[in-house]
């Protein structure tokens, strides 16, 4: 392995994280990192301080690039727009506060409100911690205008995400599959009590397969909505228990396809959101596991 390549390799899943939490997609994270690997093969070392810097700054370069070209695309989204599951290979995100914040699909959700710019200053300074000299020549801008771009991002973000708890694995998934476990018995009024009151079901199909096409609120009817979907499912269904983006999941297949993956959010004990992903465009690559630091 050359320098250039054991240099990449060193930090590709801290580069990886960053793209991915200025995409939201796995997938395109892969072609940023792809692409800013052809690039930095052409570097001259000797020019290079700070490998982690120049890196970072390279991938977020591109990233930007890919984001500004996907928001154009995402505004014709039919229905909800969700971030693409992430399988984790390691215990970082669990082990990792800041780390597990940053990949869940509440923040995700939370980032996609952000301008392009907004969102990697962000996640530049408050996940990984780069200075704002180094955020202004990663886009462009001068410290002082990233400066600003970062007071007024933390604001936005902090007003609209909501209290984050670090989730015990265990414990998540036990209360996740005991709800589905309910869930298959058909008990209506025990499923209730396992949900929060104001639980929010959000499902991203992109109209390519039948999903609720507006997020759906309220304890009794996001009850009502998984006992249809169990009824849907039948006896050629199957659940799988897994944990993406930090936080449990079940992997949905009919007839051995790959049909979604919901991912659960709780809060205080009880289910407060389930993230659907049903656009079989952001399922092809959801069950590889990839490595994410900071």
């Known amino acids: 392995m050359n320098e250039h390549a054991e240099r990449f390799t060193h930090l590709r899943p801290l580069l990886f994280t960053i793209a991915y939490e200025i995409l939201g997609s796995a997938t395109e994270a892969d072609d940023v990192l792809q692409d800013a690997y052809l690039r930095w093969a052409e570097v001259d070392l000797a020019h290079v301080q700070d490998t982690k810097a120049y890196l970072a700054q390279l991938v977020t370069r591109q990233a930007l690039n890919a984001l500004r070209a996907a928001s154009r695309r995402r505004e014709d989204y039919v229905g909800p727009w969700l971030p693409e599951p992430l399988l984790v290979d390691t215990d970082d995100a669990s082990t990792d506060v800041v780390l597990a914040e940053s990949v869940?699909?509440?923040?995700?959700?939370?980032?996609?409100?952000?301008?392009?710019?907004?969102?990697?200053?962000?996640?530049?300074?408050?996940?990984?911690?780069?200075?704002h000299d180094e955020i202004a020549s990663a886009i462009g801008k001068s410290s002082a205008a990233v400066r600003q771009m970062a007071h007024r991002a933390r604001?936005?973000?902090?007003?609209?995400?909501?209290?984050?708890?670090?989730?015990?694995?265990?414990?998540?998934?036990?209360?996740?599959?005991?709800?589905?476990?309910?869930?298959?018995?058909?008990?209506?009024?025990?499923?209730?009590?396992?949900?929060?009151?104001?639980?929010?079901?959000?499902?991203?199909?992109?109209?390519?397969?039948?999903?609720?096409?507006?997020?759906?609120?309220?304890?009794?009817?996001?009850?009502?909505?998984?006992?249809?979907?169990?009824?849907?499912?039948?006896?050629?269904?199957?659940?799988?228990?897994?944990?993406?983006?930090?936080?449990?999941?079940?992997?949905?297949?009919?007839?051995?396809?790959?049909?979604?993956?919901?991912?659960?959010?709780?809060?205080?004990?009880?289910?407060?959101?389930?993230?659907?992903?049903?656009?079989?465009?952001?399922?092809?690559?959801?069950?590889?596991?990839?490595?994410?630091?900071?």
């Open 155 to 294: 604001e936005h973000v902090q007003a609209r995400r909501k209290r984050f708890e670090p989730v015990d694995p265990q414990q998540s998934m036990a209360i996740t599959a005991q709800f589905f476990a309910t869930a298959s018995t058909g008990d209506l009024d025990a499923l209730i009590t396992m949900l929060a009151p104001d639980v929010v079901w959000t499902a991203d199909s992109a109209g390519k397969v039948s999903a609720a096409r507006r997020p759906v609120f309220g304890a009794d009817r996001v009850a009502r909505l998984v006992l249809g979907l169990l009824r849907v499912g039948g006896d050629d269904g199957r659940v799988e228990p897994a944990f993406y983006n930090g936080a449990p999941a079940l992997v949905l297949y009919l007839d051995d396809h790959l049909e979604g993956i919901i991912t659960v959010e709780i809060t205080d004990g009880r289910i407060s959101h389930f993230y659907a992903m049903r656009n079989p465009d952001k399922l092809g690559a959801v069950l590889v596991a990839r490595e994410i630091s900071r």
């Open 104 to 131: 869940s699909m509440a923040m995700l959700v939370v980032l996609e409100s952000l301008s392009p710019d907004e969102r990697a200053v962000f996640v530049l300074r408050e996940v990984f911690g780069f200075g």
